[in-house]
């Protein structure tokens, strides 16, 4: 029987890992520019820190860990002879595998409270797992590159996150739109339409008109039990299609009753406005009335970025604002606001569109030959002083035969190879082969280091 991997994940090789290096450092060198520090949290948490979080649909992707042991030792006898899945699964399983990384962080505020500095910056780049059904783009393990601040209630906050995602897509020259929506406005919209209990069911069915179509949305909030005559009310939003001015000039007039939805214009305009007064270089900014991520913590903005280049509209970065998250673990009114980057989504817009610089300076540029003992020890000290130099180098371990060894750099794309003889450790002069090119030279090494130092 062949090996193989759970499906919806994945094994990465050498060429796709220096890709995802790539990404990561990136977005880890932005998020330190801003001021945002480093922390890493366990990738299981106890259940009841995750379950409740994420609404209905998000706990059904919870994967759940088997407790050690005898696990069936704590399960009523009648909830599994009545095969209650519900009942069943919570008695087997204390732990679970994290869904994100915001509902870990915000137990670590808590549970730290009394040893960091508020407001708090922290960025974190790990795992999650979610039991989704595979598909392209979509997996059961991937990573999140989160940043958030907590404790502060200023919309700085959201304009610098803004920053942050146009700085990072502006260096991975990727395009994209910020679609831009608040909580409150969702809420108004729900209370204007009468409809103000059923606020999660309506942005749930909303935030997936790109998905589905209006007709299918619709569908959905009557299968909900919302009223035709809230739907009546609320379909000229999602018919509706202007600039950001014209949107805020509908939303003004349609929750001109509401005041909290007043107040979510009155958030989202302060953010527009001062962002136009600062130079985003790969980014279109654009409100989005319908979008809701259907995540129950979101309170005030709510972040959703879409790559902008042709048939690549994938959404690959998302987040905003949550008044009471650290509440839910005893810590109430405490703010936050943070973004996430779905790194896994990103480098699949980047390597189909071809958009991943050329990184031989992250693979080996050099490989020694290796003839024999005697010239294996000539050849130490020089491979030792490209390495001090930042040339990645390396020398093939064994004397095998000449094609084996050129089999291998040429496996591995390694641009220079260098063969040391009886010749060249007489002369000083290494034999230096293009492997490129197809030329071979005799160069010394101070040569050598100044010629592929020029050239990274």
Not at 92 to 111: C, G, I, M, N, W
Request: with cysteine; aromatic share 8%.
């Amino acid at each position: 029987m062949k090996p193989s991997i759970p499906k919806g994940t994945r094994d990465f090789s050498p060429e796709e890992m220096v890709k995802r290096n790539y990404i990561f450092d990136t977005i880890r060198n932005v998020y330190q520019l801003y001021g945002y520090l480093p922390i890493e949290t366990p990738a299981m948490e106890n259940m009841d820190t995750l379950m409740g979080k994420y609404g209905e649909e998000g706990d059904r992707l919870i994967f759940k860990i088997l407790n050690s042991g005898d696990f069936l030792d704590k399960v009523d006898d009648k909830a599994l002879a009545e095969k209650n899945s519900n009942t069943v699964a919570n008695q087997l399983s204390e732990k679970a595998l994290r869904y994100d990384l915001t509902v870990p962080f915000a137990r670590y505020v808590v549970q730290h409270q009394n040893e960091i500095s508020f407001p708090f910056k922290r960025y974190q780049i790990q795992s999650v797992w979610r039991a989704d059904r595979p598909q392209k783009g979509r997996f059961r393990e991937f990573y999140q590159c989160d940043a958030d601040v907590i404790g502060s209630n200023s919309l700085l906050n959201e304009v610098e996150l803004l920053q942050i995602i146009d700085a990072v897509f502006t260096k991975l020259n990727l395009p994209v739109i910020i679609k831009l929506n608040n909580r409150k406005i969702l809420s108004g919209i729900a209370e204007v339409i009468g409809e103000k209990e059923r606020i999660v069911d309506i942005t749930v069915a909303i935030d997936k008109l790109d998905k589905i179509g209006q007709d299918k949305v619709v569908e959905e909030l009557k299968g909900k039990g919302i009223s035709d005559n809230a739907i009546d009310k609320l379909s000229p939003l999602l018919e509706f299609s202007g600039d950001n001015q014209q949107k805020f000039d509908l939303l003004k007039d349609f929750l001109s009753d509401s005041e909290i939805g007043q107040k979510g214009i009155e958030e989202l305009e302060y953010i527009t406005a001062t962002l136009s007064q600062l130079a985003l270089s790969k980014t279109e900014l654009e409100l989005d009335i319908t979008l809701a991520r259907g995540l129950d913590y979101y309170t005030g903005a709510i972040i959703e970025v879409k790559a902008n280049l042709g048939e690549f509209t994938s959404s690959i970065c998302g987040g905003g604002r949550y008044d009471d998250l650290t509440g839910i673990f005893g810590l109430p009114d405490v703010s936050g606001v943070g973004i996430s980057f779905g790194a896994d989504r990103i480098y699949v817009v980047m390597d189909e569109a071809g958009l991943f610089p050329d990184f031989k300076g992250a693979t080996t540029q050099v490989m020694f030959v290796n003839f024999g003992e005697k010239e294996e020890t000539y050849c130490l000290p020089l491979v030792a002083r490209l390495r001090a130099a930042g040339i990645n180098t390396e020398i093939y371990p064994e004397s095998a035969k000449m094609k084996k060894q050129m089999t291998y750099a040429n496996n591995k794309n390694i641009p220079y190879v260098v063969l040391v003889g009886n010749n060249e450790m007489q002369s000083g002069q290494l034999s230096v082969k293009d492997m490129q090119a197809g030329t071979q030279d005799a160069i010394g090494i101070d040569a050598l280091i100044a010629r592929l130092t020029a050239n990274s």
